[in-house]
């Protein structure tokens, strides 16, 4: 098989027995990656009772894409699917991403994939190498951090081998667990790393082998490799915008930048710093070095925020990847709760200390970033982290997640302000991320059908623009007005953009096209699988009109995989795979009503701009989300999928199961 290794991995934690499957039975249809996650986890829970997320009966995916092991750009990344344990009040299936090294090796032992069903009876670990598995004992790892953990089984299995593990927090069944590669990526938000903990797996270790990828037209894949990585400078987020800086009087502690905003294989973008000898004073003695990308960075905003103590966001994003949490809500989630309900005069003490904030965060526009800074003294903040990472005291209560810690501690009123089905605010115009109308409207989009936050895979919807327009971004190339160029070529709509800054009933015209284009375009990401930030190239700074290269990414599927698929092709490939993912969500209780419940959040809560709509217009909205569901071929009223949209999707025995349970249009 072109692009596949050929087989997928099926191991029962609880019997011990390891099977093989043909990888030949999913794909091309569900394409790899996240669709095929999808797939697998339908095929493993149909015709049975939908498990809990701790269920042994819940499936674990562990998937690669077909452009893994070759050298297309950014192609080195992974996807963890299952049922997501940060989801609030239901854990709904969810997909996570993370780059470095393992997709690559488990390709090259012969899988594309792993699916983990059961519970070890004790603590274990998986051993991959050169078509070989294994569950191995895994108890003189028990309550290691991450850090330990790797270094122990790199010991035991060589430096080169390929892991991912947990930390305390997995153990301990943390909803905001992570999954840390031994490079230093997380599979962060969904909470994946409780799951772990809860079949009681510690890691999965994978040494490569004798497993050649194929790659269908390799000439053509080496010349759209040259061509993409010249263009992914010119028409990405990542080519527009820089990392924020973790030290501002401490540049001397970040001595270079490197390629992989991931560290994915073959990445192209020099989007990472690497701090060499940083001073522990917190966690503990010596010297502290690694890499820091995207929100590891922000760790400061634990801290008081002035520069003597700035040093510790370092020291504080490290602490939190040993222990295995989620820098995402302990930063940008979790900690603008905790100043909310502070400021609000609901919540003075914790830890059993007296809390003393800063009164000026959050950073909401048009504060300046230096007022996020939540107000902990370090110490406090390790305190906190690792209270939450052992259960301890009030840690036991935030380690349940955010939404379910307001609930026992009587604020629930207030962490609709911040969070939506569990996830703290990313890239939605609202806090630190803001964003100008109507691309906030695309947001609610966006948030509207996915099982958790979103925006992790649909960069290009909103943070892209924002960063690439004129009037919006200092420095930025693209006039607004270009935007009617760019939505006419790319989206077959010159109004994908209209309505800035102050034309609402515009704002909310055709953004129903973006939200489902955008959809689309994240499973393509996910399962392909190819950088979630550098793609779709939907705009250019190279080209007369400005139009980027959007359809890059087919292009390397077709040139690993053989097909000859056009952009149309592929969108009802991911079509389909959407389709797939809302099935599962629907058998999990999910409907449009449910879909309408984040809508609180960008009604209530202004963007902040004075000369700008500030609050999501509910009609309008309504009547966006009902062109939505009639495009995506779903009931306007109910949100369940029709028999005619499954059917042309090739998705009958779906059709037939979601009637079977009366939840078919």
Known sequence: MNGYAGKILKVNLTTNVIRELDTGQYVPDFIGGYGLGLKLIWD????????SEYSPDAPLVFTTGPCAGTPAPTSG????????????????????????????????????????????PSLTYLY???????????SN???????????????AHGREAAIAAIGPAGENLVRLAIILTKTGNACGQGGFGAVMGSKKLKAVVVNGGRCAIKVARPDVLLYETRKIA???????????????KLFTRYDRYCVRKQSGCTSCGECTMPFQDYYENVPMHYIGTGMLSGVMHCVGTAGSAMLKGDSDVEAGGFEIAKLCDWLGLNHWEM???????????????????????????????????????????????????????????YRKGDGDIFAEGTPRAAEKLGLEDLVWQTHKRGYGPHWDGRYLQFVHFPMWVISAGVWATRGRDPMNSTHGAVQSYHRAVKEWTDGSPVP????????????????????????????????EIVVIWHENRSVMKCSICVCDQSFPMTYSTATADMVGDYTAEVRLFNAVVGTDWSLDDMHKATERCYNLMRALHVRQGKTRIEDASISRYFEEQPSMHPDEPQRLNPDLYRRMMDRYYDLRGWSTESGFPTRAKLHELGLDDVADELAREGKLA
Not at 84 to 100: E, K, L, M, T
Not at 104 to 112: E, N, P, R, T, V
Not at 128 to 138: N, W
């Open 77 to 120: 990344r992974s996807e963890v699917v299952g049922i997501a344990p940060q989801g609030y009040p239901q854990p709904w299936v969810a997909g996570s991403g993370f780059g470095g090294d393992f997709a690559k090796q488990l390709k090259f032992a012969g899988y594309d994939a792993i699916l983990l069903v059961g519970q070890a």
């Open 128 to 138: 991959i190498e050169d078509g070989y598995a294994e569950l191995r004992d895994a």
């Open 141 to 155: 790892l028990k309550g290691l951090t991450t850090l330990n953990t790797h270094e122990m089984l790199m010991q």
């Open 480 to 511: 607004y007005e270009q935007l009617k160029v760019i939505g006419r070529k790319v989206y077959g709509t010159e109004y994908a953009f209209a309505g800035w800054p102050d034309d609402e009933e515009m704002g909310y015209r055709d953004k």
């Open 44 to 51: 493993e829970t149909v015709g049975k009772p939908f498990p």
């Open 331 to 389: 930063f940008e989630g979790m900690n603008w709760f905790i100043q909310n309900c502070y400021n609000a005069g609901r919540l003075q003490t914790l830890m059993g200390r007296e809390l003393s904030l800063n009164r000026n965060g959050p950073a909401v526009y048009p504060k300046a970033e230096s007022e996020a800074y939540l107000g902990f003294t370090p110490e406090q903040a390790v305190q906190f982290i690792q209270a939450i990472a």
């Open 230 to 244: 010249d263009e992914l400078p010119q028409g990405s987020p990542a080519g527009t915008g820089s990392p924020r």
